[in-house]
């Protein structure tokens, strides 16, 4: 009877973190979304303090949203899907965290983006954002791929393409390098002409950073510069590679995630390319569906 | 005659930061070297506050090396070679330190490894060691090229080495690249089985974390491991083409300086290879010889 009450009453709300900003959406089963909150950077990767706060000025924004009181937070249970909680060292750091909410169920970006995109049905999903990796859900079984962070990993990801195109442009300013159209972009966005100049700007920028200037890469490629195609290329083979490792496990539906999932699709392996089918929901919804199985989880085992 | 007097007393201290350790040597002209001390990492660019306390135990070693009081720390004409100050703000900021020295001298470590090098005279330097980097003086006038931090320069370095090495091991442990003799050894290093293990230990390593892992990569390319041969060879083209920029500047003198010299040198392009000259001093006797310089260029304009 109690867990009945406790069940209907029950207020959730989903967090997706990522590089660059941070999702919350509350909901309830009876009323359907009742807010959202949009926060800055939650990659945990790069700064644990930084995603928490993220967390909860996007919890906040959403409350705000849904008209809800502040303290209603407590009420609040709360699915998240985080870059990185893959590492267990991060993962308990992260559930040491005295949070606000009723409970938290804390899992990867990946899962809960899988589990929108698919409405919690079997499938495969491809991050290509600020980060990049691979994701499938089939029969209870979960697998990733890439997903090791920037610089190590994250091919074809912004921050990689952004990354490729600064060692480029600094070798080509250094004559060092075959010449490239982003040496011009990048000396006119840096506002200097000289590749101190731009490492300058560039030492110690996060991940982030280096994904604001993919869309330079697209648009160097757009105008058959050579250094620019090999980039793009490079990036999209091995997201096509990546898909392919997904598909070996007969996922029933794939989807591309993320800012570069547009603009890397044409220049996919066309088979692969013709296979991707548009996220059901968004990661945040997964994070919700995330937290919803594992309340009624738990209550199930409770009664 | 007072300024004769003080130049007869003069005592020097020449201090080489790097990304893995600094050392200072504490010389006088009448005497010669007086001591020596060595302190931990010292790249600016990878914090600040850590590298002026590395200055400070190579600094406070050299003293007591040297048979001198703590005090007479205040006594030492300091020339210092750090990673970084040729970009401004750095330079600017560390200038600003309130540094124990009588006096303090800054420029580049390529700057003070170049003077040493050729005992003051012209020449060319490349390091190769943490980081990579060129740099000549010919005739007062000197250029330099690379040096723009890991991971967007520093082609051919050890972190660059480590950090191809990292990414090669996890395309091939997730199936998507070729494979390589470095996956086992890395399993048995990281001793850990899954890339994702291995992404965990690196997450966040500074450059000189990765530099650690370049021996793995000589190793296996003496084995014709292919990826890591690869990796070899991108890098030694980039050390050669460095080189082949600098002598267009027809310095006198070219030296390689730093872990990689040695096991880089069989890599080389061979004409390149034949024209790299032993360094005649370390890089923290240019730095003492780059102190003496402006000292009595002081004590010159003084008179």
């Not at 899988?114 to 691979?134: F, K, M, P, R, Y």
């Not at 070798?171 to 011009?184: P, V």
């Not at 731009?198 to 280096?210: D, F, K, T, V």
């Amino acid at each position: 009877m109690m867990a009945k009450q406790v069940q209907q009453d029950q207020l959730y709300i989903g967090i997706d973190g990522g590089g660059t900003k941070c999702r919350a959406t509350i909901y309830s089963k009876q009323h359907g979304v009742l807010g959202t909150g949009l926060g800055g950077p939650a990659n945990p990767l790069h700064g644990l303090e930084r995603t928490l706060e993220s967390i909860m000025v996007s919890t906040q924004l959403a409350l705000q949203d849904a008209g809800l009181r502040v303290e209603q937070v407590h009420e609040l249970n709360a699915g998240m899907g985080l870059a990185g909680v893959n590492l267990p060292a991060l993962y308990d750091k992260i559930m040491q965290w005295d949070h606000p909410f009723q409970q938290m169920f804390l899992t990867t970006d990946l899962h809960t983006a899988c589990i929108g995109a698919h409405e919690g049905q079997d499938g495969a999903v491809i991050i290509t954002g600020t980060g990049s990796c691979g994701f499938s859900i089939v029969s209870g079984r979960s697998v990733n791929y890439g997903g090791h962070g920037f610089a190590q990993g994250d091919i074809g990801s912004g921050a990689w393409m952004g990354l490729e195109a600064i060692k480029a442009v600094l070798l080509d300013l250094d004559g060092l390098g075959k010449a490239t159209a982003m040496s011009d972009m990048f000396k006119s966005h840096f506002n200097t002409l000289t590749a101190m100049g731009i490492a300058e700007q560039m030492a110690g920028q996060p991940s982030s950073g280096y994904a604001k200037l993919a869309r330079f890469v697209f648009n160097a490629a757009e105008q058959e510069d050579e250094v620019a195609l090999a980039i793009v290329t490079q990036g999209a083979d091995y997201i096509s590679r990546l898909a392919k490792r997904l598909l070996e496990n007969q996922p029933p539906r794939l989807s591309m995630i993320g800012g570069l999932a547009e603009p890397l699709n044409k220049w996919l392996d066309p088979d692969i390319a013709a296979r991707v089918e548009l996220p059901k929901q968004p990661p945040e919804m997964g994070a919700i569906y995330f937290a919803i199985q594992n309340v009624e989880q738990n209550l199930e085992k409770a009664n």
